[in-house]
């Protein structure tokens, strides 16, 4: 009598070949699949961490500028990210107060007339706004770049005028036109007085030394803080 064929033979092979199919599924669909999946997730997250990074930076750029009274253009990473508003016209970093005299006379045929003046002056030094300052930050988020106009004298305030000596010859005597004269030389030297000291130089230190305890107290991190002019041309082409 023939005895019946096992089964089991067959079943071990189906198992086998359902196994290698299995396998085959997962290392040529399922498993690139996945891992393309997995690295676009990782490129999206790299991708949102960068423009996370750029939008705090400029935030943070934009915060400091508003600090010290203007809205300037941010441009992180060579990008424009904020072209800034303006909102002021000049802004004020430095002042001095000072005295000035000024004396004049004048002989003819042996009469002399005299004057001198004086008062005190407070002159402000700073930025006239016409331009908009620009703050750029590097990509990796070390140095800031502040462009920024030259500073200028923007008022000189005469306060208490006085007069010192005002003397009239025997025949030469003073006018309204020699008074006048006085005034407006004391205002000239005094203006003179202004551009000449070192008020520029503080204002232009002043607004530096604020802008960066400004962006310490946002950055995540130390950043070196660099001064340009404004003129000078920009990473970044604009139309």
Known sequence: MTRPHSIKPWIGICLII?????????????GPAEFASKAEA???????????KVERAGGWLKSAGEALG?????????????????SINELS????????????EHTYLGSTKKIEVQAVFTAKAG??????????????????????PDPVILSNEQKKFRILSDQNGMWNRLSKEDREHAQNELKRLANATAMES????????HLIEHLKKSVEASAPGEVEVVREPLDTTPLVERD
């Not at 997250?45 to 996370?52: H, K, S, Y």
């Not at 070192?198 to 230190?205: G, M, P």
Request: no cysteine; charged share 30%.
């Open 18 to 30: 359902a196994t290698f199919g299995v396998a085959t599924y997962f290392i040529m669909f399922r």
């Open 42 to 52: 990782i490129a999206n997250r790299g991708a949102d961490n960068a423009m996370d």
């Open 70 to 86: 203007f809205s300037p253009t941010i441009i992180v990473a060579d990008e424009i990210i904020d072209e800034g508003t303006k």
């Open 93 to 104: 970093t430095a002042e001095k107060t000072f005295k000035q005299k000024f004396a004049w």
């Open 127 to 148: 930025y006239k706004l016409d331009k908009l300052p620009e703050l750029e930050i590097n990509a990796a988020g070390t140095q800031v770049i502040a462009r920024l």
């Open 198 to 205: 070192d008020l520029l130089k503080r204002a232009d230190e």
